[in-house]
């Protein structure tokens, strides 16, 4: 129990008081909006990181043909 303390990883009384202060400060009306915004976050970002890893294995298959020949 300590070692969770020490970490800082918040407990179900902390999640509790953090979610009702962010209804506090943004309001019902304005959560949606927060939640749609922050999925096309994490949407985004999972593209560029397939995107990347496309590029990557397209360098890797020209070295791949310039190696052979």
Known sequence: MELLIIL?????WQI???VLLVLLFFGG???PELMK???QGI???KKATKDEKKSE??????QKK???E
Do not use: Q
């Open 43 to 45: 949407k985004e970002f």
């Open 16 to 18: 509790i008081l953090i």
């Open 29 to 31: 009306k304005k959560i």
């Open 57 to 62: 294995e397209e360098e890797e298959e020209k």
């Open 66 to 68: 310039i190696d052979k």
């Open 8 to 12: 800082g990883i918040p407990g179900p």
């Open 37 to 39: 915004g922050l999925g």
